[in-house]
């Protein structure tokens, strides 16, 4: 593990805690400069950066890196300076490597190392060199949604335009609308491709109607060939952005110009989406990313291994894709923390030695209680009502039908009696409850976008 893959994962973690304005603002910038011994020291671009870290986030990095470096790093620093063009492969603590045991079998490979993608930037946006087809594993669950990338690819504008794909958090969408760009930068090194998250479009939306410089963000939109929009969920609610991405929609579709497009929903499931943009979304191709199934995760991990050329035994790696099943990001970060605990070790991982580690990867529903309250609380979030409306008397479609979920996943999640999830839910009769479970089990069978809906709010249910 070298100290970009480490500093990667403490971002990750990081992200999770904050907001994106917040993580953007203090951490876009920051790389790990240098490593002595046990320190770290961290490059930031300015001073405030440095002052605003070391008084707020000091605490929580220096946590994050000892986590991941299992005890390794003891002292964390500050400097500034520019953040390399491309990631510097320093090994961890390098000079305090300490001699192989005569015993100790040497690393081996399980085969030679994947090439490594450069990092290809398209104005003042940037693909990822990383996120390529090649790197894209392919099972069941996404088979649909890659051939329609590389189809998008092969034919801008030609098919499938829009391609909409949505699934949950960490199984590959923003994988694949880079690979797509990418992919086309390759062929076509003239192409003008854009790459924004829906909050960037926002943003830089606010920011010309403020500047009075409306024609500039007109003209960067809407010239381009490729417009990839990660997070297009978020544009729920905000209506004066939502009519500008309307007809920017518009003229790039009316111009055979690409539109790929990523959602952790459907269309129809987006909350405050206007019926206009959610037709658009709908009328090229929809497709999913499902979580991966076990030989989709065994191969993921010996991908990863050929990555970062370390050797991991078979029997291992399958002990690693039973325990870790929500998505692939959760699956690397166990990879990375299996490498560098065995790495500072110098030990050679074994199922002993790997079982503590991916104590923290348990599945979410196997090691957390949750309470009525809480699963009553994650379901009004997620379809934007009160909880007092969803307790209460109103027979409304748009309260009957969240309350009846309430009660499917207490019966399902929590095994509670139909008589106690009456009694949760302002005082119902048991039969009540009974209804909603045989409902919602009936329309599970056919219903996609239920499944989906279900699942979404289990992973925000069981990540409080």
Known sequence: MNTND??????GELELTLSKANFTTWFKYTFISEVDTNAVIVGVPNMFTKAWLEKKYAREILRSLQEHSHGAV??????????????RDIPLFEKEA???PQNAAPTQFTSSPLPQQKEIRTGEFSLNGKYCFETFIVGKQNELAHAAAQAVSAQPGGVYNPLFIYGGVGLGKTHLLQAIGNDLIHKHPQIKILYVTSERFTNDFISALRSNRMSEFKNRYRTVDILLVDDIQFLGGKKETQEEFFHTFNQLHQNNHQIVISSDRPPKAI???EERLTSRFECGMLADVGSPDFETRVAILETKCREKMYHIERDILHHVATVVQTNVRELEGALNKIIAFHQFKNAKPSIETVKPILTSFQPASSRKNVTPRQLIQTVALYFDIHMDDLL???RQKRLAFPRQIVMYLMREEMKSSYPSIGSELGGRDHTTAMHAYDKITNCLLED???QHDLELIKQKLYAL
Do not use: I
Not at 6 to 11: D, E, H, S, T, Y
């Open 448 to 450: 996609e976008k239920l």
């Open 392 to 394: 209460g008397q109103s």
């Open 271 to 273: 909350s405050d989406l």
């Open 74 to 87: 003891k002292q964390l620093s500050y400097r500034v300076e520019n953040r390399p063009s491309a990631p």
């Open 6 to 11: 480490l500093w990667q994962a403490v971002l």
């Open 98 to 100: 300490v001699p192989a």
